[in-house]
């Protein structure tokens, strides 16, 4: 999906990897995919949607008492989130033409590494590696041939292979994409 200079394939997954026979394609219904749940009381807080007149540029200062509380929700937020990767979720990766395709998203013991299956092929992705994570308006400043829409987040590696998944809503993108920041931000 990010465009490259003449090194090969820029996808983390072909379409190539997402053939498969009439069984296979059946094995798993959609009932039985563990998919990604978003934390009810999970809201969005944009600098654009919270910009105030006050020219804080919708920063909002908060109490001590304030501050544990929100340490204390993301704490819970990230542990779910670690919980669920750990035992593997299905998320829906975006293919160089647009289309999705199941891809079943773990995370080893250690937190360091993303595996990606899509059928019988997987990639893993060494966290460090992860050179961005873009979503939303974000993603209008990558140069990117696969088409991204505000429902997309991109993981952008270092060698400029990318891999991107599109969710049903924007809170469960932004949800993902702050959990996988905080992630990648926890090994630096």
Do not use: W
Request: hydrophobic fraction near 40%.
């Amino acid at each position: 999906c990010c465009v490259q200079s003449d090194s090969g394939s820029e996808q983390v997954f072909s379409a190539s990897d997402t053939r498969l026979s009439e069984p296979e394609s059946l094995a798993l219904s959609t009932a039985e995919r563990k998919v990604l749940s978003v934390p009810p009381d999970f809201s969005i807080r944009s600098v654009d949607s919270a910009a105030s007149a006050d020219g804080s540029g919708g920063y909002v200062s908060l109490n001590e008492e304030q501050k544990a509380r929100e340490m204390g929700k993301l704490q819970h937020m990230i542990r779910d989130f670690v919980m669920e990767f750990l035992q593997g979720v299905y998320l829906d990766a975006v293919l160089e033409d647009g289309s999705l395709v199941p891809c079943r998203c773990l995370m080893d013991s250690k937190l360091t590494v993303l595996m990606l299956q899509v059928q019988s092929t997987t990639r893993q992705i060494d966290l460090t590696n992860i050179q961005d994570i873009c979503s939303g308006r974000e993603l209008r400043d990558l140069r990117v041939t696969t088409p991204l829409d505000d429902f997309c987040v991109t993981l952008v590696m270092a060698d400029d292979q990318c891999v991107s998944f599109k969710f049903p809503d924007v809170q469960s993108r932004e949800h993902f994409a702050t959990c996988m920041k905080v992630l990648r931000l926890a090994l630096d």
